[in-house]
């Protein structure tokens, strides 16, 4: 009998949650893309680029701008993509601290709201008001936290039957226009896995750019047609309009990794920045729906409040296996190294955290901003985030449901000026573990 049981309860859980499968798809191509960060301050640009890799659908998507410490929504609005169209976006700090869009793409569409009282109010209407985004109209109401963002891009709808290239804007626009003001929702089939992207931070005084490829998630499946007013993100279980079907646990568990290797060079020349994004955490609406405890509990809505901050700790290691911070796991034979928490951990407070890898300070005064690795000038930190045991999951094949982690994405940026002019390189952290389902 207790075998008996054991099996019909293991069989539930395989059954539980089988029909979504969010992963981060290492191929880059998704329903959703997240730029894990996006600059705008000292000069700074960022620019978005989004294709839709489809030679025979368009595509609507929505993009959605978040503030760094709390994940307020700075700006939104959509694009128009045809087969295999590329948009590109360049986002800049206006003069009074907003963040603004710049884009002469044809998939650029301004679009007013239909307005009135209907339940189509937030739909687009059919007819757009110009071609391209200028950043004193397509701009936040609210300055970003010093010049820091992120960006996530959502699939709302393919647009089937309007054939293969060349397609025109308009006729995108008019379809999802009438689409959306038909109301309901829909199943998965209305969205594929075709979108693909890079955010690239580049800078004129110096002329130095960094690319990153933008992570995509597959399998998202939004059931929604996504307008511009209502918050977008994934703050909460769906259905619920203008926002997601997949729960935020599922896409927590799909980012679900912990560990993150950030390699350093403070060598005369050189910087090193390490950037923990946590694009669930949402501390502005309160992380309704994430599985991760160590967003909670959130205080307050205050407008100054960052929510929990997160714990981390940091283990410095040079290129000839010293260490600084806490001692390895006696049980570890394979690197990197779980690391035990200091007393009084440095925290992580914002959804976007940067921290410059220093040699000056002591070592026991780094900080969640900081890391000081004395005398240790090349080599790497463990930047060991406070994990959890996810306890849902993203797919039928589990992904990384029952193991310990955290839903962050880390990447680091290392600045060379050795040669007389600044160069750099924007990378994803290696990380201690890969979604089950690509092992």
């Known amino acids: ?253 799909a980012l679900w990794a912990s560990n993150f290797v950030v390699p350093f060079n403070n060598a005369p020349g050189n910087l090193t920045y390490g950037i923990v994004s946590f694009p669930t955490k949402e501390t502005r609406i309160g992380t309704p729906g994430s599985q991760y405890a160590a967003f909670f509990p959130v205080v307050s809505n205050d407008a100054t409040d960052t929510g929990t901050a997160v714990p981390v700790s940091f283990a410095v290691r040079d290129e000839e296996e010293n260490q600084l911070g806490a001692p390895e796991s006696p049980t570890c034979i394979v690197s990197p190294c779980p690391v035990a928490a200091e007393p009084n951990a440095p925290k992580l407070p914002r959804e976007v955290n940067i921290i410059a890898i220093t040699r000056d300070g002591s070592y026991a005064a780094s900080t969640g901003s900081q890391v000081f690795t004395q005398s240790f000038t090349k080599g790497w930190v463990n930047i060991g985030v406070a994990t959890d045991v996810s306890d849902t999951k993203s797919n039928v094949n589990y992904n990384n449901f029952g193991r310990a982690g955290a839903p962050a994405l880390t990447t680091y940026i290392n600045w060379d000026f050795t040669m007389g002019s600044l160069q750099g390189t924007w990378q994803y952290a290696p990380k201690a573990q890969t979604p089950a389902a690509y092992q």
């Open 1 to 253: 009998m207790k075998k008996k049981a054991l099996a019909a309860a293991l069989g539930a859980l395989l059954l539980a949650g089988a029909a979504s499968a969010v992963d981060v798809n290492p191929g880059g191509r998704g329903d959703v893309l997240l730029a894990p960060m996006v600059m705008t301050a000292g000069g700074w640009g960022t620019e978005l680029k989004v294709i839709n890799t489809s030679t025979v659908d368009s595509a609507v998507a929505k993009v959605v701008f978040h503030g760094a410490g709390r994940s307020e929504e700075l700006l939104d609005f959509l694009i128009f993509l045809s087969p295999g169209d590329v948009w590109t976006g360049n986002v800049q700090m206006n003069a009074d601290g907003s963040l603004g869009v710049r884009s002469a793409d044809g998939s650029s569409l301004t679009v007013a709201n239909k307005g009135g009282t209907g339940a189509d109010r937030d739909c687009p209407r059919s007819t757009a008001n110009a071609v391209g985004f200028d950043p004193a109209v397509i701009r936040s109401q609210a300055t970003s936290l010093s010049g820091f963002a992120y960006a996530n891009i959502f699939q709302s709808r393919m647009i089937r039957g309007l054939g293969a290239a060349p397609v025109a804007k308009s006729a995108i626009l008019a379809a999802y226009s009438a689409a959306c003001s038909q109301g309901g929702t829909f199943d998965g089939s209305f969205t594929d896995d075709v979108l693909t992207g890079t955010v690239t931070l580049s800078n004129p005084q110096n002329g130095n750019k960094l690319t990153l490829p933008m992570t995509a998630l597959a399998g998202y499946n939004n059931d929604n047609h996504l307008k511009i007013g209502p918050y977008t993100g994934f703050g909460f279980p769906a259905p619920l309009p203008g926002l997601d079907k997949a729960s935020k646990a599922m896409v927590e568990d």
